[in-house]
C-alpha cells in the first residue's frame, strides 16, 4: 500500500481513506439490513392472533416493540388505535418515518464515495500531467520512456478511484433497493393491522401463517 501511495501521490491518501469508510459501511449494513431481523413475518403472525384472541398485554407490546423495527410501527399503531382511524396512521407514519430514517443510515455516505473517488482520482491525475508537462518543458521531450513512466504514474489516481467508486455504487444503489423492499413490506403489515382492528378485514392467520 506504501508503493501505491507513493506511485499516486498524496491525493491517494484520501482515495484509500474512502476505501476503508465505504468498507465499513458496506459490512454494517449487510448485517444490519437483514430482512429477517427488521420485519420478521413472526411479529405479524403473532401479533394478529393475540388480537384475536385479546391477549395482547402492555408487557408482551413493549416485547414486541423492542424484537423489530416492524414491532415498532406495529405497536406504535395500536396504541392510539382507540383514538380512530386516521390517528392510528398518523402514529404508524410517524414511527415509520423514524424507521426509514434509521434504515438509510450512512447510504448517503456511501454515495457521497461513489461519487467523489472518481473526482479525486481525475484530480491526482491533472496533477499528475502538470508534473509531466512541467518536466517536459524543463528536460524536453526526447526522453520517451521517462515520459511514459510520468504519464503511467498520474494515471494511477484515476484508475484507483475508480476502483472504489464502482463498487461502492453499486452496493449504494442494492441498499437502496434493499430498504425501498423492506419499507413496502412494512406498509403492508401496517395496512392489514389497521383494517383489521377498525374491522374492515378479518384476522387472516392462515394467509399470515402461509408467507
Request: aromatic fraction near 4%; proline fraction near 3%; hydrophobic fraction near 50%.
Amino acid at each position: 500500500m506504501y508503493e501505491l501511495v507513493m506511485a499516486g501521490g498524496l491525493i491517494m491518501v484520501p482515495i484509500l481513506l474512502c476505501s476503508v469508510v465505504a468498507l465499513a459501511i458496506i459490512f454494517e449494513r449487510l448485517w444490519t439490513l437483514r430482512p429477517s431481523q427488521i420485519a420478521p413475518q413472526s411479529t405479524a403472525t403473532e401479533l394478529l392472533g393475540r388480537l384475536k384472541k385479546k391477549e395482547l398485554t402492555n408487557s408482551r407490546l413493549r416485547e414486541l416493540r423492542q424484537d423489530s423495527p416492524l414491532g415498532r410501527i406495529l405497536v406504535a399503531g395500536l396504541m392510539n388505535a382507540r383514538h380512530g382511524r386516521e390517528i392510528m396512521k398518523e402514529s404508524i407514519e410517524e414511527e415509520a418515518s423514524q424507521v426509514v430514517h434509521d434504515l438509510e443510515r450512512f447510504l448517503s455516505g456511501l454515495g457521497t464515495i461513489a461519487a467523489v473517488t472518481p473526482l479525486l482520482g481525475l484530480l491526482g491525475t491533472v496533477i499528475g500531467m502538470i508534473e509531466v508537462f512541467a518536466e517536459i518543458q524543463v528536460a524536453g521531450a526526447g526522453n520517451s520512456q521517462a515520459l511514459a513512466g510520468g504519464i503511467s504514474k498520474a494515471l494511477i489516481t484515476t484508475a484507483t478511484g475508480l476502483t472504489v467508486a464502482i463498487p461502492a455504487l453499486v452496493a449504494h444503489r442494492f441498499f437502496q433497493r434493499r430498504v425501498d423492499d423492506i419499507v413496502i413490506e412494512m406498509e403492508q403489515q401496517a395496512l392489514k393491522l389497521v383494517e383489521v382492528v377498525h374491522g374492515d378485514r378479518e384476522v387472516e392467520l392462515s394467509e399470515a401463517r402461509s408467507k
